[in-house]
T-cell receptor, first 114, second 113 residues
Framework: DVKVTQSSRYLVKRTGEKVFLECVQDMDHENMFWYRQDPGLGLRLIYFSYDVKMKEKGDIPEGYSVSREKKERFSLILESASTNQTSMYLC?????????????FGSGTRLTVV | ELKVEQNPLFLSMQEGKNYTIYCNYSTTSDRLYWYRQDPGKSLESLFVLLSNGAVKQEGRLMASLDTKARLSTLHITAAVHDLSATYFCAVDGGETSGSRLTFGEGTQLTVNP
């Protein structure tokens, strides 16, 4: 019954490393999203994509990039990890019209940058 | 820009009591979603409200939507410890936002014995 899968639950990386967070969905959804969640700040949208090879900046794209080469996979890339990118990262997917289904979230990746 | 505000942000209540969480939003929408998040876990869909006057109930939780007032409520009846979690509302901004959801800050609910 797994629908949105994030490749790692916990990740520890060093400052300056290039980090890849992977998200795969098996629901044939067009839309995919990356959020970060920090205490007191709620969910903040980093990037999203409405189609293969499409990407749009969210509210906090600085320091991040994304890749969507296949419909089912949406990758978040931290070009040079910094300690202020320590956070919980959530991937979500949806149909073009959120409608009855809303978003489906992955289980999250807790990233620590040391 | 669509803004979504929840209150309270923190709620500590005793088992057996009733309480309501409020979700206000700033622009017209008739699609609102409630999610639950347990500590360290991801968001799980609770309710989908798609029209004015919509009411959904699941166990001790009941959600409603008033699109004219731009308000949704999540009512908790006779709370139990298992309901302790963070609850988020999210509003679909419609075509102008590309059908993106805007989330409230979340309400952290603690139910004490």
């Amino acid at each position: 019954d797994v629908k949105v899968t994030q490749s790692s639950r916990y990740l520890v990386k060093r400052t300056g490393e290039k980090v890849f967070l992977e998200c795969v969905q098996d629901m044939d959804h067009e839309n995919m999203f990356w959020y970060r969640q920090d205490p007191g700040l709620g969910l903040r949208l980093i990037y999203f994509s409405y189609d293969v090879k499409m990407k749009e900046k969210g509210d906090i794209p600085e320091g991040y990039s994304v890749s969507r080469e296949k419909k089912e996979r949406f990758s978040l890339i931290l070009e040079s990890a910094s300690t202020n990118q320590t956070s919980m990262y959530l991937c979500a997917s949806s149909k073009p019209e959120t409608g009855f289904w809303g978003y489906t979230f992955g289980s999250g990746t807790r990233l620590t940058v040391v | 820009e669509l803004k979504v505000e929840q209150n309270p942000l923190f709620l500590s209540m005793q088992e057996g009591k009733n309480y309501t969480i409020y979700c206000n939003y700033s622009t017209t929408s008739d699609r609102l979603y409630w999610y639950r998040q347990d500590p360290g876990k991801s968001l799980e869909s609770l309710f989908v409200l798609l029209s004015n006057g919509a009411v959904k109930q699941e166990g001790r939780l009941m959600a409603s939507l008033d699109t004219k007032a731009r308000l949704s409520t999540l009512h908790i009846t006779a709370a139990v410890h298992d309901l302790s979690a963070t609850y988020f509302c999210a509003v679909d901004g419609g075509e102008t936002s590309g059908s993106r959801l805007t989330f409230g800050e979340g309400t952290q609910l603690t139910v004490n014995p």
